[in-house]
């Protein structure tokens, strides 16, 4: 079976989102976002959809003014948000399929 998962570097992340080095290395201690491979930042590889996490931390970083453990937290609830909407969306999936059955 062949990965065809797409993969960013620690230094095209920062350099094509134009999002800071620290920041990144913040975002990662708090486990906002995680490389999926590598040891250390020279040799980090990321999912390209933990862009879009990383793209959310910074901004809710800029612009609620707040230091990277509320950033943490609120990234948090926003992956269990998604979470639940997709679960719901399925159980709705479900639900309309049975009652298609039982007309």
């Not at 913040?26 to 250390?40: L, N, Q, R, V």
């Not at 990234?75 to 059955?101: A, G, T, Y």
Request: charged share 30%; with cysteine; proline share 1%.
């Amino acid at each position: 079976m062949i990965d065809t998962r797409l993969t960013i570097c620690f230094d095209e992340l920062c350099e094509l989102e134009n999002i800071d080095q620290e920041w990144v290395i913040e975002i990662i201690d708090y486990g906002i976002a995680k490389p999926i491979s590598g040891t250390d930042k020279n040799d980090w590889y990321f999912d390209t959809s933990s862009i879009i996490w990383f793209k959310k931390a910074v901004r809710i970083y800029n612009e609620l003014e707040v230091d990277w453990g509320a950033v943490a937290m609120i990234i948090d609830l926003l992956k269990q948000k998604q979470m639940l909407q997709e679960e719901n969306q399925l159980l709705q999936n479900r639900l309309h399929r049975f009652h298609k059955v039982d007309l």
